[in-house]
Structure formats: structure tokens, C-alpha cells
């Protein structure tokens, strides 16, 4: 099933986009198919005078509308998500995340914020219909850290909790696809009846 991951940052490099990343490269080699969305690189004037009909936020808007589970990662800034992804979050449709599983994950200065994503970003994801909002990760930046040498170290206990959230949307978007075919039962010849 395929997944789609938007990452919310302005910055580059990212913290919360390298946290990202990683998430991706899990996803896939538990066999999901993944796209990342980065919201940075959509045209800033389309997103910030909402124009619905811009041709890039409309291919922006199908990568969502294709999604079976989209992972939403955000910086924390003053206290919420970042504005470059409420933007981009106010130009999809009323239902734009109708029937899809939704993973948010944040990273931020210190601990201080940590409940953004449930008091901040839910709600919005709630009114855009989410089937499912599982529980958010979230890490402090000194739980996140890079370096060219060693590449992306996670802390232990972020890294057990991006895991579990991992295998949680993993097993979960297995059972959609599990109960999908089955949701009707076959019904034999001798049992349809005809009104006319
Ligand atoms: C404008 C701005 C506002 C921020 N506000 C907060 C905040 O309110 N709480 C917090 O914990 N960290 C805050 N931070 C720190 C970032 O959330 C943190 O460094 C985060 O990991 C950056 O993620 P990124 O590298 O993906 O952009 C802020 C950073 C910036 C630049």
C-alpha cells in the first residue's frame, strides 16, 4: 500500500525531515511503497495566497488523495506546527485525508512542547477526516542529531517509540488491505433474487 510521507519544515537540512527519512526507508523495507512530499519546495506564493488552482499544489493534492497513509512531520514552532504546513494543510480539500491512516511526528527544541501534535495539529487532522490518527512521536532535538560522519543517530527511546508507530502503521494498513477484498461476501447463484 502506498504512503506518503510530507515533510513540514521550512529548514534544510531537518531534523524532523531526517526523522522523516528514516521512516521511509522502515516503510520500504517492510515492503510499502513511499513518496516524500517535501511542502518547502511547492511554490511559496501559491501556498500562501491559497490558490487551489496552482498546477503543482493540485499534483500536491493528488500524491494525498492517493495515499493510503500519509505521515505528517512538522518542526515545533511557538509552541504548534510549523506555518509552511498549515499552509499547505489549508489547501487540500475539507476531506482531504477521508479513509486514510495518519502518523504525526515533531521535532522540537526541548520536551516543553511536546503535546503540540495532540492539542495542535489533531484537531486539524480530525476536520480533514482522517480515519485514524495514530498516536504522535515526537524527539527533541538532542534526541535527533546528525553528523556527516556518523549520519543520523536517534536516541534509544525514540527510536524504540518510532518503531512501535512504524509496525503499528505497517500492521494496520495490512488489515485494511486484508479486509478490503472480504468486505462483501460472495453470495451463490441460487440465493439472488430479482425484483422487477
Ligand atoms: C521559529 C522557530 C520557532 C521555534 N519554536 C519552538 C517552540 O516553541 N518549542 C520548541 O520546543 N522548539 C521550538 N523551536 C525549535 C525547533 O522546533 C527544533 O529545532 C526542531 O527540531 C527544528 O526542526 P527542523 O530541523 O525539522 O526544522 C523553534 C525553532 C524555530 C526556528
Not at 144 to 159: F, H, K, N
Request: charged letters at 15%; aromatic letters at 6%; a negative charge.
Amino acid at each position: 500500500m502506498s504512503i506518503l510521507l510530507i515533510a513540514g519544515s521550512p529548514s534544510a537540512p531537518s531534523r524532523s525531515s531526517r526523522l522523516l527519512q528514516y521512516t521511509s526507508d522502515q516503510l520500504v523495507l517492510r515492503g510499502h511503497r513511499t513518496d516524500i512530499l517535501q511542502v518547502r519546495d511547492l511554490p511559496a506564493q501559491a501556498l500562501l495566497h491559497a490558490q487551489f488552482g496552482n498546477a503543482e499544489l493540485k499534483a500536491a493534492q493528488a500524491q494525498v488523495a492517493v495515499a493510503d497513509a500519509v505521515i505528517i512531520a512538522t518542526p515545533v514552532y511557538k509552541a504548534a506546527y510549523s506555518g509552511l504546513l498549515k499552509a499547505f494543510l489549508d489547501v487540500l480539500p475539507q476531506d482531504g485525508l477521508a479513509g486514510k491512516l495518519v502518523l504525526p511526528l515533531a521535532t522540537g527544541g526541548s520536551q516543553s512542547h511536546m503535546l503540540a501534535l495532540d492539542y495542535a495539529l489533531r484537531p486539524v487532522l480530525s476536520s480533514l477526516s482522517a480515519r485514524h490518527v495514530l498516536p504522535s512521536i515526537y524527539a527533541t532535538d538532542a534526541q535527533v542529531v546528525w553528523s556527516d560522519d556518523a549520519g543520523l543517530a536517534i536516541d534509544p527511546a525514540i527510536l524504540q517509540r518510532l518503531q512501535a508507530g512504524i509496525d503499528n502503521l505497517s500492521a494496520s494498513l495490512l488489515a485494511l488491505q486484508e479486509v478490503a477484498p472480504s468486505s462483501f461476501e460472495p453470495v451463490h447463484f441460487s440465493q439472488v433474487r430479482c425484483s422487477v
